[in-house]
């Protein structure tokens, strides 16, 4: 799926009143839309974000790194035949982007025994924000499932964090490895996780903890980042 991350950084006036709360919370993107690279706005037709040609915007999803005011980092997986790869691999200064949001991020139980993170490639940047977040005294199970080496990065440091890298075997479905770590962690009663990847890994991934291990819904926020076999990216 991908062979490395690259870092967009958005700045301007006009994300002064963009505030990111919680961690792993979400933008919007809004991507160029014509083959000059010229962005175009849409509009809301009632139903959906339509383009004054009626077509549908491009638009993806993304969790921002909060840098300063005004300023926000994209990390972007770059893959083969993405359109956020495409437009993240040629951007430079001064090209216009377009961003709405932010969307949910993840609220922090206080009260939690211990947490269990885990994702693919395309949560990494979530996974770095809740290691940065997570409360010190917490012990932290990090699991991350990369489909090429060149994806492993230094993630932020935790007292308490342990951290395992999955490598997906070639040919196998997007997810298989993050399902395995999954199924073969040890969970303490009060456990909180948090799992973001492959939409139908983190179906899967639910159903592991709800219908085997007997995790309550109330622990567990899981979401799907992506479809595979969706154009994407």
């Known amino acids: 799926m991908s062979d490395r991350l690259i870092r967009v950084t958005l700045a301007g006036a006009d994300l002064e009143h963009l505030a990111v709360g919680q961690p792993a919370a979400s933008i919007r993107l809004l991507l160029p839309s014509t083959p000059s690279g010229a962005l175009v706005i849409p509009s809301w037709s009632g139903n959906e974000f339509l383009l004054p040609d009626e077509r549908r915007p491009v638009i993806r999803t993304f969790t921002p790194r909060p840098v300063g005011p005004r300023v926000l980092e994209l990390d972007i997986v770059i893959h083969d035949g993405g359109l956020a790869s495409d437009w993240a691999t040629a951007a430079s200064a001064g090209d216009q982007a377009a961003v709405s949001g932010p969307g949910r991020g993840y609220s922090i139980d206080g009260d939690a025994g211990d947490f269990f993170l885990g994702g693919d490639e395309t949560a990494i940047p979530a996974i770095c924000q809740l290691l940065q977040a997570l409360p010190a005294q917490k012990s932290v199970q990090v ?70 291990r007997g995790v309550s819904r109330t622990q567990v926020s899981a979401r799907g980042y992506w479809k595979h076999g969706r154009a994407g990216g």
């Not at 699991?143 to 007292?159: D, F, K, Y």
């Not at 962690?185 to 592991?208: D, L, S, Y």
Request: charged share 20%; proline share 9%.
């Open 143 to 212: 699991h991350i499932e990369v489909s090429h080496p060149g994806a492993r990065i230094a993630l932020p440091g935790h007292p308490l964090a342990t951290t395992e890298w999955h490598d997906l075997p070639p040919g196998a479905a997007p997810g298989d490895a993050l399902i395995d770590a999954v199924e073969g962690a040890r969970f303490g009663t009060g456990v909180r996780v948090w799992v973001a990847g492959e939409a139908a890994a983190v179906q899967r991934i639910r159903r592991h903890l709800f219908e085997v």
